[in-house]
């Protein structure tokens, strides 16, 4: 048996221009990593013992391991605070079951018809049709402004546009911190826009605060905070003010961004792929027609839902997930330490030619005949796995099913993009220079 531990030899120049692609184009870095070395490669980070692992083995165990203070989550901590995003302390558990249940799949169908509602006034207002439109902004707008109505409900006065701008605010300076100069600095330098983080987050918490306290001060209703606020565990005990306004925050920063992006690209493979769109059209065609999108519609949407599968494979909003090893372990033959970061790119995974047939190909009927009931465990995994699973997954497969039904019936869409997106690999997976799309009246039957 070989027991000799597996390691990684770049020459000084390999090293170099590896660390310049990771700088330069994280994706195709990942991709050159794995090919070149194979599926746990330590990274070339000075001072940084970091490895990439591909192989869905591997990335099960990985994914397993508790969160401890990895680098991908520890620097908004002080954005999020205790919410399950950052949370590492026992409490993880029991927070977990008390948010979990009001996101559960039945529960939400309660918020189908809001997001109906919302969706059909929103596409009225672009009225996007004859036109070329970025539609990311114009999603990112939508998907706010659903999770802020599913939230806080009709009756309480939040200003979700200052939500929105110190939050965007936020994340300027979370980039900057993280990718500028200023990632060398020390904590405890303040700069100007470090000082501008903090006001942007004390902003933040001031308006949530305020909305808990009308939430408390009014009568029973629907809303996510209200389930939230009265969820309790066996015990009879609940979320206090503090715990709901992390909560809340971690939602609000998960979950509209993804979901706008997962729409997005949904759009943009449609609009290269005619014929597909034009099976969706049919789809919907045949169960909605002109009808209302319920819950009991949406389920008899295959293609749909497969269309949206599909585009989480090619661009997983959430392109990458960190972990920090919990004690030494062996993957593969390499030796990691306690306190090593793992990193998983599920924008390779999920494109690996082991697992998938033709890996970059826009393909969603490969969900409905069969050739994906044999991938092994966590070779697609958008939402994440093990116990740490995306707790809104349900509810954006949901909003993103509603949102492109709601567009596709109403019109065709096809791209003004040149042949690739120009995708940078931020906090999230982002399209540079938007996703731009011209919008045509379905011609009457
Ligand atoms: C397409 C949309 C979305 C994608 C791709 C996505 C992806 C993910 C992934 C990959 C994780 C796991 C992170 C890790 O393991 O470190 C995660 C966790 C999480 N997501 Fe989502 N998410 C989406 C939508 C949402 C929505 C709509 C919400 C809230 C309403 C949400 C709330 C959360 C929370 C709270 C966690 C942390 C769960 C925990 O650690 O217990 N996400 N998400």
Known sequence: MNTKPQTVRRTLRQYFSELGLLL???????????????????????????????????????LKIPHR???????????????LLTNQEDDWHWRRRIIAKPLGPKAITAFVDDMFRLTESWFARLNPEGREVDVTPELMGLAFDILI??????????????????????????????????????????????????RAIAGMQDLIRTA???????????????????????????????????ELLTMILAGYDT??????????LLARHPAIQQQVHEELKAIIADGPINAETLARLPLLNTVLDESLRLFPPAYIIGREADKDL??????????????????????????????????????????????????????????????????????GAIILATILRHSRVSDVNDDQLNLLASVTLRPVDGIRLRFHNHSPA
């Not at 520890?74 to 919410?83: C, I």
């Not at 009927?365 to 697609?380: D, I, K, S």
């Open 24 to 62: 330069d184009n994280p994706l195709s870095g990942f991709e050159v990593y794995q090919q070149r070395w194979g599926d746990v490669v330590p990274l070339p980070i000075p001072g940084l013992r970091a490895f990439q692992i591909t192989h869905p083995e591997q990335v099960g165990v990985v």
């Open 69 to 83: 203070d990895q680098m991908a989550t520890k620097s908004l901590k002080d954005l999020l605070g205790e919410g």
């Open 149 to 198: 109505h599913t939230v806080f409900g009709a009756n309480i006065k939040i200003d979700k546009d200052s939500i929105l701008s110190l939050l965007e605010q936020y994340m300027r300076e979370f980039t900057l911190d993280n990718t500028g100069w200023r990632r060398w600095l020390p904590p405890f330098i303040v700069t100007p826009g470090r000082r501008q983080r903090r």
């Open 212 to 246: 808990i306290a009308q939430r408390r001060a009014a009568p029973e209703s629907d809303d996510l905070l209200y389930r939230l606020m009265t969820a309790r565990d066996e015990e009879g005990n609940s979320l206090n003010d503090e715990q709901l306004r992390d």
């Open 259 to 268: 979901v706008a992006l997962m729409i997005g690209y949904s759009l943009w």
């Open 330 to 399: 062996d993957l593969n033959g390499f030796q990691i330490k306690r306190g090593d970061q793992l990193l998983v790119p599920l924008w390779v995974v999920h494109r690996d030619p082991r697992w998938w047939q033709a890996p970059d190909a826009f393909r969603p009927e490969r969900w409905l005949n069969g050739e994906t009931a044999h991938l092994p465990a966590n070779a697609f995994f958008p939402f994440g796995g093990g116990p740490r699973l995306c707790v809104g997954g349900h509810f954006a497969k949901l909003e």
